[in-house]
């Protein structure tokens, strides 16, 4: 059994996409090979099998280990993210442990709190796997040199020692100063980590390759590390980890514009960017139809120039409603003339009001007035819920032809009742009325027979023909893009396997 430990010198160098290239390449050639990630930090959240439960128990990891898990074509579980910290604003983190919340706590304290339990749920589902795999790919998190987290780096030091780990580290060029981290990171790794890198990955890079070597001759001559490849700058589509790819609150953001087709030709959809922003991988399948323009804006934006409203999910249902009725979103939804989707929170603040608010931990409130573009109300509760779902579609509104069934996943707090009649185009619980829909369906425009129908619905409505190729998907699978990736400009990363 074989552990390679893919870490970085700092955040968004590309670890995840590199993981990603490596399980799809080995499982091209056999191998039996997992993700493995100790502990992550991410709002994106996917739902997994928690082992050892049955097949109908489930837990939450982080996207990238879920979409890994993807790429090395097994089933995700939570063993591969066993330790996931959720961002809940104020400086608090939520902690989900082997998939399960088990406490709300300020970052500084959750070494004190938390960190034992924590390595101790890491080492045990590293175990698991290592009996049962051959390969356990794992990613590292942020810098693996953060000199003031070594005696507590559990995704990065402490994996690579339990793990008896060799270490593959990136840099990013795009950054600029790669020669610099590289050297940097390998000086400040304590020398028992230090001796465990096998080879060094600069990522990112737009040019001529002839250009670095001069460059990469030197830093293998002062680190004694070989440099294993250059990947060139060439983004396979993978979802991101976290919300950091889309705007900081206040301002725009625009994604899935580079496909070539005119302005004129193009519909837009309106994504809202709560504070507490989470799982806004939701609309990256939007993005990725060619003439659908998908722009994150903040919670006072002018709606006019949109053709859809999305409101996604948030870790904070409650102070990011607050937030957003105080910035005249509620206003702005009510005189929108065009589909409103919301989707889990977002699908929470649509209805009337939101009861035993407290819960969330916004203080003493006991009821909170939602929107109210939906007959819905949701009552909180401390138990959450997590599963997976493949469910029938009899679409409704702008869903409206959808048919056939989806998949997707629920992670959320709290029942929504619908008070009256109103159609559940998606499952018990979801509405459209009105043009307005809401469900709790996470990965909904995944399913092609929702994505076609609503695009089709916003060109129909904007009286604009579709563009060649609208409703079809890339030929090429993103995991099979990254694999091409790494095959193509990277050497030896796993001699055994991939040589």
Known sequence: MATILVAGTGSHVGKSTVVAGLLRALARRGVDAVPFKAQNMSNNAQVAVVPGEGGDAYGEIGVSQFVQARAAGVTATTDHNPVLLKPSGDGESQIVVHGRAVDTVAAGTFYESHWEAARSAAVESYERLAAEHDVIVAEGAGSIAEINLADRDLANLETARFADASIVLVGDIERGGVFASL????????????????????????????????????????????????????????????SLSAPDVGERAVIGTEDGVPASQRVTVA?????????????????????????????????????????????????????????????????????????????????????????????????????????????????????????????????????????????????????????????????????????????????????????????????????????????????????????????????????
């Not at 230090?194 to 990469?216: A, Y």
């Not at 997590?386 to 469910?391: E, L, P, Y």
Request: glycine letters at 12%; aromatic letters at 6%; proline letters at 7%.
């Open 183 to 242: 050297y940097g990171t390998l000086e400040l790794l304590p020398d028992d980590v230090r001796d465990r890198v096998v080879g060094l990955v600069v990522n990112k890079f737009r040019g001529d390759r002839s250009i670095l070597e001069s460059g990469l001759d030197t830093l293998e001559s002062k680190t004694g590390v070989p440099v294993l490849g250059v990947l060139p700058h060439d983004d396979p589509g993978l979802p991101e980890e976290d």
């Open 271 to 499: 994504v809202t960017r709560w504070p507490h922003l989470s799982n806004a991988t939701d609309v990256e399948p939007l993005a990725a139809v060619p003439g659908v323009r998908v722009a994150f804006v903040p919670l006072d934006a002018d709606l006019d120039g949109a053709d859809a409203v999305v409101l996604p999910g948030t870790k904070n249902t409650v102070d990011d409603l607050l937030a957003a009725r105080a910035a005249g979103l509620g206003t702005a939804l009510r005189s929108f003339d065009g589909p409103v989707l919301g989707i889990c929170g977002g699908y929470q603040m649509l209805g009337e009001r939101i009861e035993n608010a407290a819960v969330e931990g916004t203080g003493d409130r006991d009821a909170v007035e939602g929107f109210g573009l939906l007959p819905v109300t949701t009552t909180f509760a401390r138990e959450k819920r997590v599963t997976r779902r493949s469910i029938a579609v009899d679409g409704a509104g702008p869903l409206a032809g959808a048919s056939g069934s989806v998949t997707g996943y629920e992670i959320h707090m709290g029942t929504s009742t619908i008070d009256g009649e109103a159609p559940e185009p998606l499952e018990p619980g979801s509405i459209a009325l009105d043009g307005v829909v809401g469900t709790y369906l996470h990965g909904l425009f995944e399913n092609d027979a929702v994505r076609s129908v609503f695009v089709d619905h916003l060109f129909g409505a904007a009286g604009i023909d579709h563009p060649e190729g609208s409703r079809a998907k890339a030929s090429v699978s993103p995991y099979a893009a990254a694999a091409d990736l790494v095959e193509e400009h990277l050497e030896g990363v796993c001699p055994t396997y991939l040589d």
